[in-house]
């Protein structure tokens, strides 16, 4: 079993002695430094794989010690020691590129955690080259994207809250997912959340969780999601769409480590990683005071931005090929490939919309083409809503069966899908099920038969 060794820095010989003592319960050994002179001394010629920091040091500080260790031993995590409060402090020492921080008056179960997340980032050379090389989910080959997984490795050695900023439709979510996965919360909960999908009634006891009873509708009690995702990573998508009053609550939530659920009356602590994101300029909602600058400054510690796809033109085509093979192990079809038209015009397009768009463009081709080739104008790329698959459709729809629209207000979207429905039932009792003949009737192609009783779960 191999022993790990941590550095230990402070100027107060309680504080060291503490510290030592704990982590050399936790099987960890230990070298000590009473200021910065003697740190730097002993990492020059031990190779630990932690090191813990005061803040405050008789002849510098935690930030250069970080500072000195990003730069020559970037493989060994470092968590400072601020003092009560200094929230200011502590998120200097994450910018800096400390992994975590942790309070005076030191709690030793909060240490404990600490120190166990941070040895679980000691990996053998050659798993961090396999892991370099692994493109994971984010897949491309631009300097832009190759740049992306880069610093995604680098901030899931971090426990600093990251602010993910990019267009819609960018993979913002994909990211955060990156650098869970990366990170030594990986065997842990990442559970993203919409915040602009939960209704403000709602948002407290969804986020806190709420206590039986505690209000109309209360059956049972329920975690939320900081607890459900305690140990591991809270994704915030759209944090822009909170509400001022929740957040002020997200904020105490976040500095406290501790939520209070809804009809308790004592807070419970969580240990959780926060990265959050939005498609808008949350700098600029600060200035309207539409959004809490303290809030912004907590979880904007390090920003990262997810280039557009029309910046990556280059990774269209491996994006398409992906997407593509995807769509077709999902509808059970045959895979099918882009034409050189197709490549070529898809390069060409600006994709407001990004990757979600052409997910979107290459689902709805792989539906019309014919001979497993997808074309330039299967894409139906610079035309209207109501293109050429659209038409062809609800002239489909239409002709096997007709049908008026319903007066009032109407779900547009279960409406269609049910006259869908209605027509491929027609057209296959009419062809006794014969899926081919089925499809001719219908005026689309056998993939976009098989494509469509997939979706509509007919098969």
């Given amino acids: 079993m191999t022993t790990h060794t941590a550095l230990i820095v402070d100027d107060e010989p309680d504080i060291r002695d503490l510290l030592e003592i704990t982590l050399t319960r936790m099987g960890i050994k230990t070298l000590t430094a009473p200021d910065l002179a003697s740190a730097l001394s002993l990492l020059k010629k031990h190779n630990p794989q932690l090191c813990l920091t005061d803040m405050n040091l008789p002849d510098g500080n935690g930030i250069e010690l970080v500072q000195w260790i990003q730069q020559h031993l970037p493989a060994t995590p470092v968590a400072v020691i601020t003092a009560y409060g200094s929230m200011d402090t502590a998120i200097e020492s994450l910018k800096a590129g400390a992994f975590d921080f942790v309070s005076k ?37 631009s300097s832009q ?21 990019g267009e819609s439709g960018s993979g913002k979510e994909l990211v955060a997912r990156m650098i869970h996965m990366q990170g030594p919360r990986s065997d842990a909960p990442f559970i993203a959340v919409n915040c602009g999908a939960i209704p403000s009634e709602l948002m407290e006891s969804e986020f806190f969780g709420h206590k039986k009873g505690s209000f109309t509708g209360a059956v049972e009690n329920k975690d ?54 939005t498609h808008k300029d949350l700098a600029e909602l600060v200035q309207e005071g539409s959004f809490r600058q303290d809030l912004f400054y907590r979880i904007n510690v390090i920003e990262l931005a997810v280039p557009p796809l029309r910046d990556r033109t280059d990774d269209i085509a491996l994006l398409a090929n992906h997407i593509l093979g995807r769509i077709a192990q999902e509808y059970e079809c045959e895979a099918a490939s882009l034409t050189q038209d197709a490549v070529d015009r898809l390069k060409e397009h600006d994709f407001p919309g990004n990757v979600r768009e052409l997910e979107n463009i290459l689902e709805r081709a792989f539906t019309l083409c014919d001979a497993d080739k997808i074309s330039a104008s299967d894409l139906h790329l610079g035309s ?47 062809t006794r099920w014969n899926k081919t003949a089925a499809a001719k009737k219908l005026g689309i192609s056998f993939r976009a038969l098989r494509y469509r009783l997939k979706k509509l779960g007919m098969e």
């Avoid at 994207?145 to 900023?165: E, G, M, Y």
């Fill in 105 to 141: 008056p030191v709690e030793l179960s909060r240490l404990r955690e600490l120190v166990t997340s941070a040895l679980k980032l000691t990996k053998p050379d050659s798993a961090v080259d396999d892991a370099t090389d692994d493109p994971g989910l984010l897949l491309g080959n």
């Fill in 145 to 165: 994207i190759k740049r992306l997984r880069n610093q995604t490795r680098k901030l899931a050695r971090s426990q600093a809250p990251v602010f993910i900023s």
């Fill in 224 to 277: 939320g999601l900081f607890r459900s995702a305690d140990g591991g990573t809270l994704f915030l998508d759209e944090v822009a769409d909170l509400p001022l009053a929740m957040q002020v609550k997200l904020l105490r939530a976040i500095q406290e480590k501790a939520v209070r659920p809804v009809g308790d009356t004592k807070e419970l602590p969580v240990d959780i990683r926060l990265l959050s994101a």
């Fill in 384 to 430: 209207t809503a109501t293109d050429g698959s659209t038409n062809r459709s609800i002239s489909a729809t239409s002709e096997a069966c007709p049908t008026l629209i319903p007066e009032g207000d109407i779900d547009l979207e279960g409406y269609l899908e049910s006259i869908e429905r209605q027509a491929i039932q027609k057209a296959l009792e009419a």
